[in-house]
């Protein structure tokens, strides 16, 4: 019976190990382009990686390549949770208007007496409307907060 060290190091699998890998990585980002998980994403690259590994000649045994695939999955996993998007807007993820909640735009015309205006948020120019019953007044191209998307119209009111 081979000591641990010998399967650590044995001699790579070479093309079949590399098929195995690369099969493997294929199925696990089948299964996240189903789910839309995005924590299938890293296993996936992890076994991309050690397909290519294998691929280099260096003597990695089988459990050594498993060692190297568990390693790198729970590493990136971690790591993604770090820079992965955190502030998701409330309510229906579908509904576009939710995600211009708390942007700036630009003030294009209006707000005079009648607290209605345009502004432009990227690139798209949308009919809005001051929060609020008060008598305020924007000037062209004062920068304003999107507060929320109601009937058509962006409620707005001064950017802090």
Do not use: C, H
Not at 142 to 154: R, T
């Amino acid at each position: 019976m081979p000591d641990f060290a010998t399967l650590l190091t044995s001699e790579p699998l070479g093309m079949q190990a590399f098929w195995v890998w690369l099969t493997l990585g294929v199925i696990v980002l089948g299964l996240e382009i189903m789910l839309g998980t995005e924590w299938l994403l890293w296993p996936a690259a992890s076994a991309g990686v050690v397909a290519l590994l294998t691929l280099t000649g260096l003597p990695i045994g089988f459990v050594f390549q498993v060692i190297i695939f568990s390693v790198l999955t729970l590493t990136l996993s971690i790591l993604s949770r770090r820079f992965m998007k955190k502030d998701a807007p409330a309510g229906d993820i579908n509904d576009p208007g939710q995600r211009l909640v708390g942007k700036t735009a630009t003030v294009l015309e209006g707000f005079g007496g009648l607290n209605e205006g345009r502004v432009i948020y990227d690139g798209v120019e949308w009919p809005a409307i001051i929060e609020g019953d008060g008598d305020v007044r924007l000037k062209v191209r004062e920068a304003v907060k999107i507060v929320k998307v109601s009937e058509g119209k962006l409620v707005i009111s001064r950017a802090a």
